[in-house]
């Protein structure tokens, strides 16, 4: 499905990030993430992804400070010459009721969440339109279709990756680039493990399928988006969430 293709994904050295690499690799797909601190686990993640007979590309990069953004693209062109696809995954949060929430802790989250999403569109929609194709899949939240107490600057910043998506999908169509978003609801990863037993009781309660998701989840949907056979999908939102927000 996207054999031989240029995959980025952001954020791919935990949780969602790194199973939708590794579904991408998986199937054939060379792939370019960045990391903040390089660590063995990104070593042995880059070895895992090579055993998969693609080509690897790792990279030291803040997605929310452009500069960095613009020489890690830089070098994934020199590399591979072309993107194909762009997975935006990077995100934070600092959870807090309004009332307490610094003007700092609602600034880092909409700076990456949401900023580090326009720089790495930005960045990279520039090679997919001068190659004319190209697949930008962002991940927001069920959390930004639908708010959550003590998180507003988390849903701020998911609503935004929203409203930017559907702008550069009607920007970009004409280009033969689709650009698509996911929503999940409450997946295992580190994001969701801190979370008190007795939010994770009721959060539970809101989920029809009553079971939390998994990576792989997501990933199957990133794989799709990913290749041919969503041709002619763009600007659409689609959650991942067991039932949890129904349109
Ligand atoms: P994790 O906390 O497990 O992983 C987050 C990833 O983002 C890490 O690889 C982290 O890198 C990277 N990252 C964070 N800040 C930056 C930055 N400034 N620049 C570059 N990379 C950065 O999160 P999840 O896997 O749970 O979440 C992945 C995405 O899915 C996020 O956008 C999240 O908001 C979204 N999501 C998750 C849900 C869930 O239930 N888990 C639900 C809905 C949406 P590092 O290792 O260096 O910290």
Redesign the pocket.
């Known amino acids: 499905m996207v054999k031989n293709k240029i995959a980025i994904v952001?954020?791919?050295?935990?949780?969602?990030?790194?199973e939708i690499a590794r579904t991408l690799a998986q199937n054939g797909a060379n792939i370019a993430f960045?990391?903040?601190?390089y660590n063995e686990e990104i070593e042995s993640f880059i070895n895992e992804l090579e055993g998969f007979d693609v080509r690897v590309l790792a990279f030291k990069?803040?997605?929310?400070k452009e500069e960095e953004v613009n020489e890690f693209i830089k070098e994934v062109k020199n590399r591979f010459e072309r993107v194909d696809i762009l997975v935006n995954?990077?995100?934070?949060?600092k959870d807090g009721l309004i009332i307490r929430m610094s003007e700092k802790d609602f600034t880092d989250v909409l700076?990456?969440?949401l900023t580090?999403t326009f720089n790495m569109t930005k960045a990279a929609s520039g090679v997919m339109v001068r190659q004319r194709s190209g697949k930008i899949i962002n991940?927001?939240?069920?959390?930004g279709v639908a708010g959550n107490a003590g998180q507003c600057n988390?849903s701020a910043s998911?609503a935004g990756v929203i409203g930017l998506s559907k702008s550069v999908a009607r920007e970009l169509a004409g280009r033969n680039i689709n650009v698509n978003v996911i929503?999940?609801?409450?997946?295992?990863?580190?994001?969701?493990k801190v979370l008190p037993e007795k939010v994770k009781e009721e959060v539970l309660k809101t989920i029809p399928m009553k079971k939390i998701?998994e990576?792989k989840e997501?990933a199957n949907l990133v794989l799709f988006l990913s290749s041919d056979l969503s041709n002619y999908i763009t600007g659409q939102v689609i959650n991942v969430d067991g039932g949890m927000v129904m349109h």
Do not use: E, H, Q
């Not at 995954?89 to 949060?93: D, E, L, P, Q």
């Open positions: 952001t954020g791919a050295t935990r949780g969602i990030g790194k960045n990391y903040r601190t990069c803040d997605v929310s995954n990077a995100g934070i949060t700076d990456v969440n580090g991940i927001s939240s069920v959390v988390y998911k929503a999940p609801g409450y997946i295992n990863t580190d994001m969701t998701g990576p997501i």
